[in-house]
Each structure stands twice: as C-alpha cells, then as structure tokens.
C-alpha cells in the first residue's frame, strides 16, 4: 500500500526554511586520476520547516556532519542544491554569500577546540559582529553582555577565559557566539555529547528555551538517539550518506519503517534493568565510504536482505557466514597490494588465510547443502587464483537480489508523509516489519 | 583465636573474589591535597557485573587505576585502605611461589590480640576504621591488611598472600592484600588476575606492533606460550571476540581496524592473561550505538564462557541497566548508593540518584528536562558534611554538618544502602541526624 514519490515533494506552506534536493557531497580522490570520491552525502532530499528542529542520527561515518557542514556552505557541494528561504545557496559567491552565513551558525561538539582560548569570552562572542562591523563597538560590547544573559553566564564573565569555565557553561559561551547576528537557522553538531548527563540537561533545556525566544530553526546532530528524541520534531536517519528514513519523531522511534532505523533503535540501552527489548544483532560496521555496496547502501548488514526465492529456506546461521565471506573477500580485494602480490607468485608465504582455512572457520560447523557446497567450490577455485573479485562475482551471481542490483526508492510509509529507503516497501515484497518478525 | 570474617551486609560475601574495602586514593600537590577516592567498598563475585556509575569527576576511574595499582605519585593509596583478592587458586598460586612473603594470620593472631594492638598509641586506627562498633569484631587480618602491621612491626614490609585457614603450604582461604603487591608479585595481579579495557583502545595498543604481537607477547608473559602455539592461541582468541579472517588480522597494526574491531582487539588481549576480574573503564562511550551493543553483547559472552568477575565502570544508565547486577553510585569520591540493578531503578533512594536518573532524556518528547544544579566538587579533606549538599533539592541546614553514612534504606534488601541524613526512614529527622552524627563520632 506505500505509494512510490519522486522526490519526497510534500506540499507544505511556505513555511520551509530549508530545502534541499539531491545533495551530493564527495570529497575528492586518493589518487591523481582514476581515484574513487569518498561519497559522503550521496544524494539526499529533505526539507526543514521554520521554527522546527530536525534530528540528524547515524554511526559515525555516515556523513551526518557533512551534511550539516554542505548546508552552511562550509563544504562545496558536488553537486544538488541548498534553497534558503527560495534561494539556491550553493550559487551564491563572494559578498552575497557572506552576507548569506549571518542567518546560518553552527555549534560544535567539543567546546575545547572550537573556542580560541587566547580570547576572553567577551572577545569570543563579540567577534562576529566586529567581521560583520555592527553597529558601534560600545554597541556591540553591550549587546554581548546581554547575549551573555540570555544563554545564562553572568554579566561579568565578559573578561574571562574559556578554561575557567566548565564545560557546560564553555558550550553556553559557543551558543552565545552563534546568536550575535540573529541567525535562522543553527546547525548544532553533537552539542551536548561531551557533556554529563546532568549537564546535558541544562543545555538542552537552553537551546528549547531559545529556540522559543528567538524563533529559531536547528539542524540536531547527533548519535545519542535518546536525546534526539527528546528535543527533534522530525527525525532523519543517515546511513553511508543517503537517508534512509525521514519522518516526525514519535512516530519514528515507535514504529520505524526502515530495517536500519529498527536496527539502530533497537541497540540503544534503555535505561530500564526490567526491559526485556529483543536487540537486533547488526554485524560488523558501516562500509568503507569509498567503496559503497551496489544497490541499497545497507544491504550487508541488513537483517531483513530479500533473499532469492530458491534460498529463502537457507538457515540463518549460513546467511551470515555467506556474508562474511563476501566481506573478508572484499577486503582483501582492496589490501591487497603489490608486495602480497609478488610474494603469491613466487609462491612465498603471505599473510592470507587459504581458501579452505576461509571455508573452515566460515562453515565448518554448520550442515551446508549441496547447492550451496558446490557455488563455494567455485568461490573456493577462483580465491585459489588468487582471484578475489572473481569470486566476489560468482557470490554475487547466486545470491543477489534486487537488494543489490537496484538502488531503492523512498516510499511514502504514513500519513504524516514520513518516508523510508528500502525495496521492501514495494508490493511485491514483504514490509520489514513483517520480514523481521519472521526472521526472529 | 579465630580471625574475624567481614561482618559487612553483603549477600555475595561468601563468594567474592574480590573486596575492596575503605579504598581511599588522595594527589599531594603543592596547592592542595585531592582525595579523588575517599573511602570505597564493594565486592566482586566471579560471573557478575557490578556496575560504578558517576559524573565526571567523581572518581570512578581513580577507584579503577587504584585496583590495577596505577597511581602513580603525586597520587597514593592512603593507609586504611584494602583491596583483598580472595579467589582460592589465586591465594594457593601466589602462597607457592611467594612462600617468604606468605603470612600464616592464625600463628601471628596466637602471639597478638587485636584489641590490644588497636589500643597502641603507634596506629593510627579504630574500630571505626573497619566498620565495626567494637575492637572485639576487628579480625587481625584486617588489619594486617589494611596496612597498620608495617606500624606494629609484626609483618615485613613485602608480606602480601595473608592465610587465614589451611597452612602456608597448602591455603584453603586466605587472600592477596593487593595494595601491598610489589615486583613480581604485583605484575603477576596486575593482568594477570585483574585485566583492564580503556576508553579509547589505541591507548592500549602500540601503534607500531601488530595487533597479533601485541596479544602474544600478554601470551608470552602470563601464560608462557611462544612461537607456533602462541600463535595460534591468539588466532583462537581473535575469533572468539568476534574478528573474522583471524590468521590475517593478526599480521596487521591497530589503524587498520576499526573502532569496534580495536576494542574487540583489546578485550583479547586482556583474556589472554586469563584474569579472574576485568575492569571496563567506559569501554563503549566512544562507539557508536550499533558497536556499543555487539561489545556489551561479548563482554556477557565472555562474562559467562569464563565466570569473569566484572567491574563496569560508565556515566551512562542505559549502559548500567542493561549489563550490570548491582550498581554503585560514586560521587565526589564516596559511594552514595549502592543496591542491586533492578532496586536501584525501581526505587532510587539517594537525591544524587533520584536526580541522575530524572535528568535522562526520556522516552517522551516535549517535557523539560530536570537537572542537577553545579558541579562535582573537588574533595580536598576528609569529608564532615554531605558533599552532595550543595546541590540537593532536599537538603536541610544539618546536611551541611554531619557527614551521612551508608545505612540500609530497604527493609526488604539489607544490600540496598545510602549515605544520605534522610534515612533511615523510620527515623524522625532529628534522629536520623543523630544517628548519622554517632555513627561519624566513633570513627
């Protein structure tokens, strides 16, 4: 019953701040010619509202601060665009563009290193208006001082330097420094995660209470899901730099759509020693951003991958080692280099494990069926080859799905046009809800 | 004369392989004294976690470093202080090869009374030092232990294995006072009996040696194996932490393996010495959620596989509540609470507590989020009033007089303790108040 939609394009007011389309974001090849670009953020689609506040989450890797960087033009993007209130950001050069960045701050996660300790807190907030020339300097004085004020430092903490504060009131300072020119809009990059619980509280309380006072629009980065929940309207799940579930917040931590966002929400310690959760096991970590997986960005760890129809009975146990092999396969594809190269044809010892240790301390335990045994004797000949994307492909070959072959489309899961990046959602496959409750 | 055994409530006691008790660690700098540990007991039962839960600057690492003896000066473990390691192969292991360092405790408790050594104007202690009313109840062990025979001259500087039943040659109980360990004898506990995880694991890995010398060479040094065989024994333990393509993985160096991989690779090398209890100082606050759970996941594995004895040092909840039996809360040095895992979160009695837990963000979205105003202090003397005072929503005028001590809050848990003047609750205010005061006076 999900309904495909091209570009996620829900139809609110005016009222968007922020709209972004097929944001691409590489950062540039090892290499001179020929590199492969680390695809940081590949292609995403979203739109902030004014006065809302968007959760951003993922492990780390995934892009999430690139993205929140992409949208200050602190990074080029590679290609998409930024509209700020209708305007395309990404054109926007010289003059325009600085004038641009004072509706647009960022907070950052380690106060220590994004504040000069050289400069006396005053200094520190009062420097963008010295870049922007505001106003007179007594003016600006005094409006630090109130700004001093507003994020809950004392008046007379003007002439302080940041290591005497702790760190709690050295991220109010940054938070303060953000606020100087009246932005819209504030990226906060991991604000609070350096900080204690107790602590992290007070700031949260902070940024809810100015984001009333002053209107503001943020962009919440963070991993901590439980705070993300807390202080988010909607919530974007990144994931190898796509996203790959956007919706309000309730509604995504109760009942997520997508197989990572379950995934990810179900690894979170509930603060709660009688919670009998069933965890689901993600295994091993995000892919090496350079050399994504073909297809959907989370098919090699996805708990609920589309199986072809001849293995869909294939135990679960056998699944994993399948993938394991098609990683360790992977790997040793990319480090291999030119000295294990020589070393194999001269016939010397090399750090590899043989195809049959591999095929050992994969599947030695479990009853593998013939039909399998035997695309394992052909994957076994071609690492004996030393042939390894050989035997990447004879894998592939058996057991790919559309999983592999197709990037997904977002599908629209609810009401409240909250949308989800899985081929599951397609009528002719089970929904991962469905799928994860037959697979546990 | 029969030595005294620990009178102190906890269920697990017969069990324990491990009992710290009144641990105090205190930094001398010219400016100020800092007793980051000030005054810590609780025990370790093989095959459970106990959980030590905090703020920065409460202590939790300091109380870590202490049972790995990695105080280094200006920081020292203050006398009073006892960590006694009890695990009966370990006391045997430790009596065979350290036979001059080895004290038969029923033979010295022949020639001396406890009672009258206490009463000697060269030590320093009381009763009250060990948690006990009367001189009567104090075993001489403790105080061997607690390191107040150097005084007396009844023991040797070195002595550390402290038999109390069986002979020196052949113990049936008895322990290895551990902040006497020296030389030999203290690289053989450290490690090998008490293994260690960090936070961040590239400070536990040598950047220029590959991660398989890096577990052969723990092989090598608590277990003896070289060569082939050290080789392969690392190799079986790559595996069992769950790191595939194990005989190459040995061959590379700690960057390339990822965050979650590098805190497998360590937790490897702590088994590889076989220690009967780990210390996890926060080994999951620098992954992320999805790694945070495939470690915890293999520490329970291990845990259980090996009867491991684990303490779980974190400042997260959800961490404590997921993996831990019972749960002490440090602040500014002291434990505030202490009670089994489900107790503590079910019915938090200490404000400190009460507040730590209301301040998680929680499941429902909008509310604001309770706090906790201020910061841990910094201890620089021995505590006369609550330290958490300052802070507490609850406090009255005599919290700022009278040091709290730990008192049972639980008729119905004896193990369920907090030092707070509230309790007990049976008490009138008052009462409570000069209970607490008595209790602070003997000592």
């Not at chain 1, 010619?33 to 989450?57: Q, Y």
């Not at chain 2, 392969?232 to 061959?251: F, H, M, Q, S």
């Amino acid at each position: 019953m999900s309904q495909e939609i091209a570009h996620s394009e829900r139809q609110r007011d005016e009222d968007v701040l922020i709209q972004v389309r097929d944001l691409k974001t590489y950062y540039g090849s090892e290499q001179l010619i020929g590199g492969r670009p680390v695809k940081a953020v590949d292609g995403v689609n979203f739109e902030i509202s004014r006065g809302e506040t968007l959760g951003l989450v993922g492990e780390s890797g995934c892009g999430k601060t690139t993205l929140g960087r992409t949208l200050l033009q602190l990074e080029t993007p590679t290609a998409g665009e930024i509209r700020f209130d209708g305007t395309d950001i990404t054109t926007l050069r010289g003059y325009e563009l600085k004038e641009w960045r004072r509706n647009a701050q960022m907070v950052f996660q380690d106060p220590d290193s994004s504040l000069n300790q050289r400069m006396t807190v005053g200094e520190i907030v009062r420097e963008p208006l010295d870049v922007y020339e505001w106003k007179t300097p007594q003016q600006r004085r005094q409006r630090v001082r109130e700004l001093l004020d507003t994020v809950g430092l004392k008046r007379e903490h003007y002439y302080r330097y940041p290591h005497q504060f702790s760190g709690g009131q050295r991220q109010r300072v940054g938070i303060a420094r953000t606020l100087t020119l009246e932005p819209e809009f504030i990226v906060l990059d991991e604000p609070v995660s350096a900080l204690d619980v107790s602590v992290q509280a007070e700031v949260i309380n902070l940024l809810e209470r100015l984001q009333d006072e002053f209107g503001l629009t943020y962009l919440f980065i963070a991993h901590d899901l439980s705070v993300v929940r807390h202080i988010s309207d909607r919530v974007a799940v990144m994931y190898l730099g796509n996203i790959m579930e956007i919706g309000p917040t309730e509604e995504l931590f109760t009942d997520p759509a997508n197989p990572y966002t379950r995934s990810l929400l179900s690894a979170i310690p509930a603060p709660d020693p009688t919670s009998q959760k069933e965890r689901v096991h993600l295994r091993g970590t995000p892919p090496n951003p350079r050399y994504p997986p073909s297809g959907c960005p989370f098919r090699t760890r996805c708990p609920v991958r589309i199986r072809p129809e001849e293995y869909e009975q294939l135990d679960e146990e056998i699944w994993d080692s399948l993938n394991r092999l098609e990683e360790i396969l992977e790997e040793r594809r990319r480090s291999r280099g030119a000295v294990d190269r020589f070393r194999e044809k001269v016939g010397l010892d090399t750090r590899y494990a043989t195809a049959a240790e591999i095929r050992e301390e994969l599947f030695e335990p479990l009853a593998v069926p013939d039909q399998v045994e035997s695309v394992l004797d052909d994957v076994s000949a071609e690492i004996e080859a030393g042939d390894e994307m050989a035997a990447i492909e004879v894998l592939q070959a058996e057991f790919r799905t559309v999983c592999g072959s197709e990037k997904p489309s977002h599908h629209t899961v609810s009401d409240s046009g909250r949308t989800s990046y899985c081929h599951r959602h397609r009528d002719e496959h089970r929904d991962p809800k469905t799928a994860f409750e037959e697979r546990t | 004369m029969a030595v005294e055994q620990e009178v102190e409530p906890t269920a697990s006691q017969s069990e324990a392989i491990l009992e710290v008790r009144n641990l105090q660690t205190a930094f001398y700098t010219d400016r100020e004294t800092i007793r980051a540990v000030d005054g810590v007991s609780f025990d370790v039962v093989p095959g459970r976690t106990v959980g030590i839960v905090g703020e920065s600057g409460s202590g939790k690492s300091v109380t870590a470093r202490s049972l790995m003896r990695l105080i280094d000066s200006p920081g020292q473990i203050l006398q009073g202080s006892s960590i006694r390691f009890t695990e009966r192969g370990t006391v045997r292991a430790f009596a065979e090869k350290f036979p001059k360092r080895t004290v038969d405790v029923g033979k010295l408790a022949d020639k001396h009374d406890p009672a009258v050594l206490l009463e000697r104007p060269d030590v320093d202690a009381n009763p009250r030092t060990f948690g006990k009313r009367d001189a009567a109840e104090v075993g001489l062990a403790e105080i061997l232990a607690a390191g107040y025979a150097d005084d007396l001259g009844i023991i040797d500087d070195t002595d550390c294995v402290f038999v109390t039943e069986g002979s020196t040659d052949d113990p049936t109980a008895g322990f290895v006072e551990v902040t006497r360990t020296s030389g030999e004898a203290k690289r053989l506990m450290r490690g090998g009996r008490i293994g260690m995880i960090f936070q961040d694991p590239l400070t536990s890995l040598n950047p220029v040696y590959t991660v398989g010398n890096q577990i052969k060479e723990s092989l090598r040094l608590h277990q003896g194996l070289r060569g082939k065989k050290a080789t392969e024994e690392a190799a079986t333990l790559l595996r069992a932490v769950g790191i595939p393509d194990a005989r190459r993985r040995l061959k590379e160096y700690p960057h390339q393996f990822s965050g979650g991989m590098r805190q497998r690779a360590v937790i490897a090398m702590a088994l590889a010495c076989e220690p009967e209890v780990l210390i996890c100082d926060e080994p999951t606050t620098a992954l992320d959620v999805t790694i945070q759970a495939q470690i915890l996941d293999l520490l329970e594995e291990v845990q259980e596989e090996r009867d491991l004895g684990i303490i779980f040092i974190t400042h997260d909840m959800g961490v404590i509540a997921d993996i831990t039996h019972r749960v002490n809360v440090m602040y500014a040095g002291e434990i505030v609470e202490t009670a089994g895992v489900e107790q503590l979160f079910a019915n938090p009695k200490h404000p400190y507590t009460q507040g730590l837990l209301r301040s998680i963000p929680g499941q429902q979205a909008g509310e604001k989020l309770e706090t906790i105003d201020g910061q841990v202090p910094t201890p620089n003397e021995k505590a006369t009033d609550c330290r958490f005072a300052p802070r507490c929503p609850k406090a009255f005028e005599d919290c700022e007089k009278v040091h709290p001590e730990s008192v049972s809050v639980d008729e119905a848990d004896v193990d369920h303790t907090a030092a707070c003047l509230l309790y007990p609750e049976e008490l009138s205010r008052a009462d409570a108040v000069e209970y607490h005061r008595q209790r602070g006076a003997d000592e």
